[in-house]
């Protein structure tokens, strides 16, 4: 997991191990965003700003051009922050998914149903919360942290970062995620198909 340098690269210091963690999820990210045009992607990353405009649908997600929408997940991440700070369990980020979703797993032997954040996300889809949860680990409110087992099994605990936590309740930070856009896409398959079913129509008429 992305967080591994944490406690496995022992031979950088703490701004070591925090510059290859940064620049590591900045490739996850690049590699998992959607929306956002390469090009604008890779000059942001170096500091300088970029029109998308100017791109001319030469990159993957120009081109695909997927409509999307913000949704701001400010409160559930307070919520989730503040529950993982308060309940002071051991919770990985596949787990903690599923108990927003109110979703238990058989071959889990251990339950989070009373958690207070169980179900919280109950109507929402399993791979948009993953998404969520995601994002609030690369704006640094929480890590992965290695834990080994007696056995030598590693698992992959969620650690919440204090310091960055205070400007997030604090109402100084915002968590804004993408998602896909499902009316519209909806709305363009509506119209695509009643275009074809006009057109086959119009193509029975002719024939006859």
């Known amino acids: 997991s992305e967080m591994c340098i944490r406690d496995r690269n022992r031979e950088y210091d703490a701004s070591g191990k925090s510059e290859n963690s940064e620049q590591l999820k900045s490739m996850i990210r690049y590699c998992e965003d959607e929306f956002t045009c390469r090009r604008e992607f890779q000059l942001g990353y170096l500091g300088e700003k970029f029109d998308r405009s100017n791109c001319n649908k030469t990159c993957d997600n120009c081109i695909a051009n997927k409509p999307c929408i913000e949704k701001d997940c400010t409160e559930i991440t307070k919520d989730i922050i503040n529950c993982l700070q308060s309940q002071q369990c051991q919770i990985t980020l596949l787990q903690l998914g599923k108990t927003l979703k109110g979703k238990k797993d058989s071959q889990d032997k251990r339950s989070f149903d009373h958690l207070p954040i169980y179900g919280k996300l109950s109507t929402w889809e399993l791979k948009d919360i993953e998404k969520l949860l995601k994002e ?57 198909l009643a275009k074809k079913k006009k057109k086959k129509k119009k193509k029975k008429s002719t024939l006859r």
């Open 136 to 192: 609030i680990m690369y704006k640094n409110f929480y890590y992965e942290k290695g834990v080994q087992n007696y056995f030598g099994h590693m698992s992959m605990y969620l650690e919440v970062l204090h310091k960055n936590v205070r400007m997030l309740m604090s109402n100084n930070t915002q968590v804004l995620v993408k998602y896909l856009d499902q009316d519209k896409i909806k709305k363009k398959k509506n119209f695509l």
